[in-house]
């Protein structure tokens, strides 16, 4: 099969639904003949033209209103907010406007609208450029939240995001956008909810999201070389998010990891983490881990950026001393 | 006001029951809240009758509207139905949001109206949105985004105000100058001049009388079809009055003011009187026809708030229906 990077996967999945639906437009800052900074979107407005790859100021809070206006009224906007961190700025529009229409409206109005963003750390960008923000978004309800792990994931679930009658956040990992992995030509798409078992295992479960997949896999490596068999999931989307997969690895496994490049305090690693305790707490045979990124500002200094994220190494270390009985609180 | 023109006879009566009908909707819920009959809180739209139905008479159903928290007036005018909205109101399952709004949120996509917004400036982008829309589906339809003069503080209006006018998109900002931003006197709020900011991205802005429907509607039809046209957007500034407080318990009032003003306001200048007059004067119809026709709206009005008295609350069952489609 042939290999594509995630940004090819992105700009596939976009071209492939526009070419479906007339109703699908995308905007966003410097998307047109910029094809945005990453290059993501190259190509496509040679194709679809101004009207439906359309170039708009620097007014975040604006677009992504207009968005939100015009998915109400018969258009499938993909919105480009460029990064992640500028989630702040069209809070209001996005979690008090997009996430409620439907539900204040009893029914009547939907907003099928995608907003394409990114997130992870590691590419010396400092504190503004550098979050990890998806749990602020899945805290709201009404908002779908969908994480790919790869191009091919990104490619399947972006597809499913842009027919989704609903408002959905779509992470990729910045870090990501020129790592390939095996995309079928032939149509498919991602359906949200399912959760990937990326790899079998029985001492203990790693649940890895987007970038942290990638990280879990390391991990699973390392510590079979030291005779511990993990098993690796992929959420794929935190909401709706597939409970069951989860639980029925951790009922199997007795342990659990859930890593994240979200701030470790008051996130996606700690509503997983209770979940599995909710519901497998006696299959446990030891407390569950969150691995998240540390709760400060992503520094500049390469030095200090490294030491903010979870590692292979550091999740290995945890989840054989979980393993080893050897866990100290506050470990 | 104008000359009468007689072909209009039945728009202008038209007007007039909007008008009327407005005013009856918010004495009734102005009651029902005093009564505690009604949760929580709402925002009389009593005084600003003439901008809804001036600008509402010139829209087909196919247009779309956005209103605000202080948006009954705008929902009527656009078509809406009384027991449908007091069931809003209360709470009620046959609400035009299963209740799940409320007096905040009411929305009636049927007749084009995208929702009332509770965050000031809010609904800037929607409707900025819906005619972006319009435009790429080569729908001919035109958005009027209401506001009031509280929202010039929001930035969200500025950021989309630049798009239409670079994309040229069919929409209208109808920018209700009641006076007051909650407790507030716009010139405390607002400097400069208010259509000064419109016309700083080009946008062809109008001051005019919000109290004179005929002064709305007038400007409206013209401002409509030339949206439709693709000389869109425009910015109207409607001078007009709230008469009731920011919401229904402010009460006590003139330590931000007088009465004097109110007394002016209510007597002097109010839209529903002085189209009656104008009416009447131009033989278009008859002081005991609009008293007839006032007390039958007035009698729709108690009809339908005991109607919705007695309508059913949702099923709990509803309680998360209608989170994701």
Same mark, same amino acid.
């Given at each position: 099969?042939?290999?594509? %990077? ?24 410097? !998307? ?106 899945? #805290? ?127 996130? !996606? ?53 979980? !393993? ?8 | ?60 159903? %196919?247009? #779309? ?8 007036? #705008? ?44 965050? !000031? ?205």
């Amino acid at each position: 099969m042939r290999s594509i %990077t995630l940004s090819q996967a992105v700009n596939e999945a976009i071209a492939e639904e526009m070419r479906l639906d007339e109703t699908i437009f995308l905007l966003g800052e410097d !998307v047109a003949e910029a094809g945005t900074p990453f290059k993501i979107l190259s190509g496509l407005v040679e194709e679809f033209g101004t009207n439906r790859i359309i170039d708009t100021p620097i007014s975040e809070p604006g677009f992504t209103g207009i968005a939100v206006g015009a998915a109400m009224t018969g258009s499938r906007p993909i919105v480009d907010l460029m990064f992640g961190d500028f989630l702040f700025l069209v809070m209001d529009q996005l979690c008090n406007q997009a996430a409620k229409t439907h539900y204040m409206s009893g029914g009547k109005l939907n907003v099928p609208m995608v907003l394409r963003t990114n997130l992870g750390a590691t590419r010396r960008s400092a504190a503004q450029h550098s979050q990890s923000l998806h749990a602020l978004v899945a #805290h709201i309800p009404g908002i779908k939240v969908a994480l790919p792990s790869s191009a091919y994931e990104a490619k399947g679930l972006l597809k499913s995001a842009i027919r989704d009658n609903n408002p959905v956040v779509i992470f990729e990992d910045k870090l990501m956008y020129q790592d390939k992995s095996e995309v079928p030509e032939e149509e498919y798409l991602i359906p949200f909810g399912q959760a990937n078992i990326v790899r079998e295992g029985v001492d203990i479960t790693l649940v890895g999201t987007s970038s942290m997949v990638q990280v879990a896999e390391k991990a699973a490596d390392i510590l079979f070389k030291e005779g511990i068999s993990a098993e690796v999931i992929d959420p794929r989307t935190i909401v709706p998010l597939d409970e069951e997969t989860i639980l029925s690895s951790v009922r199997k496994t007795s342990r659990a990891i859930v890593i994240d490049e979200g701030h470790q305090s008051y996130g !996606v690693t700690a509503e997983i983490a209770s979940r599995i305790s909710e519901g497998a707490f006696y299959h446990l045979d030891a407390p569950v881990q969150r691995m998240g990124a540390m709760d400060v500002p992503v520094p500049f200094s390469p030095a200090l950026e490294d030491l903010t994220v979870p590692t292979p190494e550091s999740v290995a270390a945890r989840a054989s001393a979980l !393993v080893r009985k050897e866990l100290k609180y506050g470990y | 006001m104008k000359k009468k023109n007689i072909s209009n006879s039945e728009s202008y009566i038209r007007m007039y029951t909007q008008m009327a009908r407005i005013r009856a909707f918010e004495d009734q819920a102005n009651k029902l809240y005093l009564s505690a009959k009604m949760p929580g809180l709402t925002h009389m739209y009593s005084g600003q009758e003439a901008v809804a139905v001036g600008i509402c008479e010139a829209l087909k159903t %196919t247009d #779309h509207i956005t209103s605000t928290h202080r948006g009954h007036g #705008h929902c009527v005018a656009k078509g809406a139905e009384f027991k449908q909205m007091f069931c809003e109101l209360l709470g009620k399952e046959e609400g035009y949001c299963r209740g799940k709004g409320g007096s905040m949120h009411i929305a009636d996509q049927e007749n084009g109206n995208l929702g009332a917004n509770a965050i !000031v400036g809010g609904s800037a982008g929607i409707a900025t949105g819906a005619a972006l829309s319009a435009k790429n589906l080569n729908r001919d339809d035109v958005t009027v985004c209401f506001f009031g003069d509280g929202a010039l503080g929001q930035g969200l209006l500025y950021e989309v105000m630049n798009m239409a006018a670079l994309w040229s998109l069919p929409v209208i900002y109808a920018c209700e100058n009641n006076l007051y931003g909650e407790y507030t006197k716009v010139e405390e709020m607002a400097a400069g001049e208010l259509t000064g900011r419109a016309k700083a991205f080009g946008i062809e802005a109008f001051e005019l009388d919000g109290q004179d429907v005929l002064a709305v509607n007038d400007l409206s039809q013209k401002l409509v079809a030339r949206a439709r046209n693709g000389e869109g957007p425009f910015f109207m500034q409607l001078n007009t009055y709230r008469y009731h407080g920011h919401h229904i318990g402010d009460i006590n009032r003139e330590y931000y003011r007088s009465k004097d003003e109110e007394k002016y306001w209510k007597e002097e200048r109010d839209p529903i009187t002085n189209f009656g007059e104008w009416l009447v004067k131009e033989n278009i119809s008859s002081t005991a026809e609009l008293e007839t026709l006032r007390n039958q709206v007035n009698q729709d009005a108690a009809d339908a708030v005991a109607y919705a008295l007695n309508a059913s609350y949702p099923s709990s069952q509803e309680v998360d229906m209608h989170v994701f489609v």
